[in-house]
């Protein structure tokens, strides 16, 4: 079996014994569950950022947001889309993984910590 040692605090590696199958039990074994916190907490504030602004985006071109303002309707509506898209995409896929729908897993979401 695998045998682990430590030589430096920041180095980790496992010993491998001969099985002659070219296999060790550690490959198999599911790493336990990391949940990005932080990477969800960027994602929900790019979800709210967006649709805050879309929202002024859309107020601007309905007329409800003075005339006055108009020339700044593009630019707000362009920097609302590219927040929300994807806060809305990596916010879907943590609901996704923390109901446990098959084929999604915190693993997806690109974690800040490495």
Not at 39 to 61: H, Q
Not at 76 to 90: N, Q, R
């Amino acid at each position: 079996m695998a045998k682990r040692m430590k030589t430096d605090k920041s180095v980790k590696y496992t010993r491998m014994t001969d099985t002659g199958d070219g296999y060790i039990d550690l490959q198999f074994q599911r790493r336990p569950l990391k949940i990005p916190w932080r990477s969800i907490g960027v994602a929900c504030l790019l979800l709210a950022m967006g649709t805050t602004l879309l929202t002024i985006g859309a107020l601007l071109v309905s007329g409800h947001i003075d005339n006055k303002h108009s020339d700044r309707m593009w630019p707000v509506l362009i920097l609302g889309m590219l927040l929300f898209i994807p806060g809305f995409y990596h916010v879907r896929l943590a609901l996704y993984a923390f109901r446990g729908y098959r084929g999604y897993s915190f693993e997806d979401i690109p974690d800040y910590d490495d």
